[in-house]
């Protein structure tokens, strides 16, 4: 089959997306990684993972089916950032719904879900492995489905709740609340694009968080 893998130039996800296409290919099929809706050709299968950009009819039109793997238990959790949500909520165990793309935001009928657990003390860089090679296990599955003529959508039924964009300004830590209070907000730091910050004293400081591996003072 010919399939294309659609990314955000700017997404976590691109280094997964070649995971992904390397064992597409070893399966037999014809694989390109895009980065802009407006390279999409015609073809079987478009994944659209991490893909920021709204799809219009025109454009789904190409392919024979659209996919999208969002980390909620859709219709639940439509909307952005749903992992880094559901960590701040305290989950520890993060459904995923695969399911064919339409105009409307999260709402194409569902094929598979499933889900990863975390222990609670994972940041943002771990939890990202997981969430993607759930996402490449999913995928591999659908297409082998999709092959085999044995893959059926399902309607999402139940009530919509959306998560809000997140913004860096969502990152501020509350100087009266100790780290354990707010440890949730530290494992979805993105470091480098959405940092952990505080005022104190008229003054903005940054703060960066890692885990500490191989110190001997503290073994």
């Known amino acids: 089959m010919k399939i294309t893998i659609l990314t955000d ?3 976590w996800m691109n280094k997964y997306d070649v995971e992904l296409k390397n064992k597409l290919l070893k ?3 014809s694989v390109k990684i895009i980065h802009s809706k407006n390279a999409l050709s015609r073809g079987d299968i478009a994944f ?3 893909c920021f950009e709204l799809i219009k009819e025109d454009k789904l039109k190409l392919n024979k089916h659209n996919i999208v793997v969002h980390p909620s238990d859709l219709p639940k959790g439509k909307g952005w950032s749903p992992t880094s949500w559901q960590i701040l909520e305290g989950k520890n165990k993060i ?3 695969l399911f064919e793309a339409v105009e409307s935001v999260d709402a194409g009928d569902i094929y598979l879900k499933d889900s990863i657990v975390l222990n609670g003390s994972e940041l943002a860089d771990e939890w990202r492995v997981k969430i993607a090679n759930k996402i490449i296990d999913m995928c591999l599955c659908f297409t082998k489905k999709n092959q085999n003529n044995t893959i059926k959508g399902i309607k999402q039924k ?3 709740t959306f998560y809000k964009k997140r913004t860096p300004i969502d990152c501020e830590l509350n100087v009266n609340k100790s780290i354990a209070q707010q440890f949730n907000l530290f494992r979805i730091i993105d470091n480098e694009l959405y940092p952990a910050f505080f005022r104190f004293k008229g003054k903005i400081f940054k703060l960066k968080i890692e885990e500490f591996k191989g110190c001997k003072y503290f073994e």
Do not use: E, N
Request: proline share 7%.
């Open 9 to 11: 130039k700017t997404s």
């Open 95 to 97: 459904p995923l719904s």
């Open 27 to 29: 399966l037999g099929h």
């Open 48 to 50: 659209f993972l991490s």
């Open 158 to 160: 139940g009530k919509s």
